[in-house]
């Protein structure tokens, strides 16, 4: 047991995943994964008034759609449970009574209103330690009276706190810096600051993987589990996520949230991926990497002290990478939802317009407006088939539009193959350059001077009736 490198991954139930907590996760997942180790999922629920509804199952659906398979968890069991804080209650007083009797701690029953005149001139409170003086006999009478209390957590008042951060260093706190915080809240129900020592503690967890905003507590943190006499786990902080140089990537700003990415046609992979990079940078520069990859160079030195920035273009672009290099069944069916969007649904064989579409966005969500137009036909400005470039016009158009309409007639087989030779053989036979033939064709059947894919693919996409429509329908406009 003792070697076993143990992370875990500590979400509070907010009800989404943001991506610095799912960046977290997966640098827990990798460096559990990277060490034979085992990767734990606690949920941290113990600010009641913060619940949300079904919000500890778009943790476990996050977690599962972005690939990390947690080894003990609420849903999943392990030796270590409950694996929800909330469920936890009775553990935490056994041991915040334990630290009292250490001396780490003690019972405070101020009042709401004590606690407001301590309230500096900037506004801040700092207490003052009021409680820690009172006798055995004085607590004693007035837990048994059922006065309501906290418990709060004895920091030296002089002294400083120090340890080794394996991302930044030497990390040293003043003890005057840092206040006696409430451990356990008049509800009996445990902070943040006490729950993550006693159960990073008994679920023997060797390396905790978080936030920079945890860098300087820390050392309370510490002061706990020496007292507990407890081994301190390795720390390892990591740099915030940023949108730009000042403002951090926030919920605020709507791009933070994993499953607004999801919605967006982002595949979870491609964002798992991408978030790997915030922060890091394996050893021999890979950026594509599938998550077994990761694990196999996922090491600390490759972790950045410095603030990681959002780069949207990167991040499209390596979704646009990972929809290339899927086949063209995987494409359609993550595709499909977003085809769905479009007038052209239902109109067209869903299979073309996903290979159409594949290497041609980067997101999904640009699949609708990128085909839209195939049912945007109508009335259009034939200077559209001027082209200086492919030596094309108007009277070309009007030469050759006959003979592409009898070509494609007369083919047997509406096929991507059969439209391409046949077209081309027109060219060649007529003695025209394939692209005056390709471009013509491609305006006659759109009406667009501008559409993904050419001729053949509009052509074999539109199905022979409809080519051949919308080729006299473009002949009547030139002969108007
Ligand atoms: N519940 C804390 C958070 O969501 C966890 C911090 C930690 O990993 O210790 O920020």
Not at 25 to 33: G, P, R, S
Not at 154 to 180: F, K, M, Q, T
Request: aromatic share 10%.
């Amino acid at each position: 047991m003792e070697n076993i490198v143990r992370t875990r991954f500590a979400p509070s139930p907010t009800g989404f995943m943001h991506l610095g907590g799912m960046r977290t996760a997966l640098y827990c997942y990798l460096y559990a994964k990277a060490h034979n180790g085992k990767f734990v999922l606690r949920i941290e629920d113990t600010d009641q008034e913060r619940f949300v509804e079904g919000a500890t199952e778009v943790i476990y659906s996050s977690l599962k759609e972005g690939g990390m398979t947690y080894d003990e968890g609420p849903d999943v069991g392990g030796d270590y449970g409950p694996y929800v804080q909330s469920q936890r209650k009775d553990i935490y007083l056994k041991y915040a009574k334990e630290l009292i009797e250490k001396g780490g701690a003690y019972y405070c029953f101020c009042t709401k209103e004590r606690i407001e005149s301590l309230r500096d001139e900037n506004g801040n409170v700092r207490y003052d330690k009021h409680c820690l003086h009172l006798s055995k006999e004085e607590i004693e009478r007035r837990l048994a009276a059922g006065e309501p209390y906290v418990i709060r957590q004895n920091i030296p008042e002089h002294g400083v706190g120090e340890y080794e951060d394996a991302i930044y260093g030497h990390i040293s706190v003043d003890y005057s810096e840092l206040e006696d915080g409430v451990l356990i809240k008049s509800d009996g129900m445990p902070t943040y600051n006490f729950a993550n020592v006693v159960d990073d503690h008994l679920m023997h967890i060797t390396h905790v993987i978080r936030g920079t905003e945890y860098l300087s507590s820390t050392p309370k943190y510490n002061l706990m589990y020496d007292a507990f006499g407890w081994e301190r786990p390795v720390y390892i902080h990591l740099p915030p996520i940023m949108k730009d140089a000042t403002r951090k990537l926030s919920k605020r700003y709507g791009d933070a949230n994993f499953d607004d990415f999801v919605s967006k046609g982002y595949v979870p992979e491609a964002i798992i991926n991408y978030i790997a990079l915030l922060g890091w940078c394996p050893k021999d520069n890979s950026e594509k990497m599938t998550m077994s990859e990761m694990i196999e160079k996922f090491s600390l030195d490759g972790v950045s002290k410095s603030p990681a920035i959002f780069d949207d273009a990167k991040c499209r672009w390596l979704n646009g990478e990972y929809l290339k290099a899927m086949t063209d069944e995987e494409f359609l069916k993550v595709a499909l939802p977003f085809i769905k969007k479009s007038k052209a649904y239902g109109k067209y064989d869903d299979m073309l317009l996903a290979r159409l579409m594949k290497t041609r966005v980067e997101i999904l969500s640009e699949i609708p407006e990128k085909i839209d137009f195939l049912e945007e036909f109508g009335e259009y400005d034939p200077q559209l088939f001027c082209h200086k470039k492919m030596k094309t016009d108007e009277s070309l158009a009007k030469t050759v539009l006959p003979m592409i309409r009898e070509t494609l007639e007369k083919l047997p087989s509406f096929t991507h193959d059969a439209i391409h030779d046949s077209l081309i053989a027109l060219a060649t036979e007529k003695g025209y350059k394939n692209g005056q033939i390709l471009w013509t064709a491609r305006v006659a059947l759109t009406g667009k001077d501008v559409t993904p894919g050419g001729a053949v693919e509009m052509a074999e996409l539109l199905g022979k009736d409809r080519s051949l429509e919308r080729i006299d329908f473009s002949l009547s406009l030139l002969n108007k």
